[in-house]
């Protein structure tokens, strides 16, 4: 998926451009477990990661019952991130909710992903709505747990499939020009399922993003952008 968003804010700023949206920064992991750069002395992130990372091998054993699935997802945050417990809260949020919108998981485990992300802050029921496609479904606000987080998501699905339908930002903050309650970009979801066929465009705009170089800050995080 592309970050419409940050393509609608950059030809906001910018005009329009025919390149793709240029690549974010994040952090990666170092010695084995993930650590923020505004953890260390002197230390300082533009954004966190986004929850933890689940392979193949792990994804088709998670469990669908949500307690179980809540603990599995604890340890792997744990595992993978050295970090303080409200933010260990917060990546196991965002992994509850990828899980649920991003990956072609069956109804079962979706299902209990859903209740995992709803048994922690920041849940808030909006009920009935239509998507950007015009498609009817219902919404749930949710409320990023990451400190300074600047947006909320309005994450519309269909309740009886659970299938993710359009995924809305709204900003909550007026940083980088935004209005309060703003919409900044938008994701809609056609279809969601494994697949052997090759992606339909010719050229692997990650790919480019994986071979930036790599930038230290105080030799204990690693950053790129």
């Given at each position: 998926m592309?970050?419409?968003?940050?393509?609608?804010?950059?030809?906001?700023?910018?005009?329009?451009d025919?390149?793709?949206?240029?690549?974010?920064?994040?952090?990666?992991?170092?010695?084995?477990?993930?650590?923020?750069?505004?953890?260390?002395?002197?230390?300082?992130?533009?954004?966190?990661?986004?929850?933890?990372?689940?392979?193949?091998?792990?994804?088709?054993?998670l469990?669908?019952?949500?307690?179980?699935?809540?603990?599995?997802?604890?340890?792997?945050?744990?595992?993978?991130?050295?970090?303080?417990?409200?933010?260990?809260?917060?990546?196991?949020?965002?992994?509850?909710?990828?899980?649920?919108?991003?990956?072609?998981?069956?109804?079962?485990?979706?299902?209990?992903?859903?209740?995992?992300?709803?048994?922690?802050?920041?849940?808030?029921?909006?009920?009935?709505?239509?998507?950007?496609?015009?498609?009817?479904?219902?919404?749930?606000?949710?409320?990023?747990?990451?400190?300074?987080?600047?947006?909320?998501?309005?994450?519309?699905?269909?309740?009886?499939?659970g299938?993710?339908?359009?995924?809305?930002?709204?900003?909550?903050?007026?940083r980088?020009?935004?209005?309060?309650?703003?919409?900044?970009?938008?994701?809609?979801?056609t279809?969601?399922?494994?697949?052997?066929?090759a992606?339909?465009?010719?050229?692997?705009?990650?790919?480019?993003?994986q071979?930036?170089?790599?930038?230290?800050?105080?030799?204990?995080?690693?950053?790129?952008?």
């Open positions: 592309t970050d419409y968003g940050q393509a609608r804010h950059d030809l906001n700023q910018h005009g329009r025919d390149t793709p949206p240029g690549p974010q920064p994040e952090i990666v992991t170092w010695d084995g477990k993930g650590e923020f750069a505004g953890d260390a002395p002197g230390g300082g992130a533009d954004t966190v990661p986004s929850g933890a990372e689940i392979n193949l091998t792990e994804l088709q054993s469990p669908t019952d949500p307690e179980r699935l809540r603990e599995r997802l604890e340890r792997i945050v744990d595992e993978q991130y050295n970090a303080p417990e409200h933010i260990l809260q917060a990546l196991l949020g965002d992994t509850a909710e990828n899980l649920a919108v991003e990956l072609p998981v069956s109804p079962q485990l979706r299902a209990a992903a859903y209740r995992v992300r709803a048994s922690l802050p920041g849940v808030r029921d909006i009920g009935e709505v239509t998507d950007r496609s015009g498609r009817p479904g219902y919404a749930v606000e949710i409320r990023s747990l990451q400190p300074g987080a600047d947006n909320k998501i309005r994450l519309i699905f269909d309740k009886e499939t299938l993710p339908l359009s995924e809305e930002l709204y900003a909550t903050s007026t980088g020009g935004h209005r309060l309650g703003e919409l900044t970009g938008y994701t809609t979801f279809a969601m399922r494994w697949t052997d066929q992606p339909p465009f010719d050229h692997d705009f990650m790919a480019d993003e071979e930036t170089p790599n930038l230290e800050t105080d030799g204990k995080s690693t950053g790129k952008g």
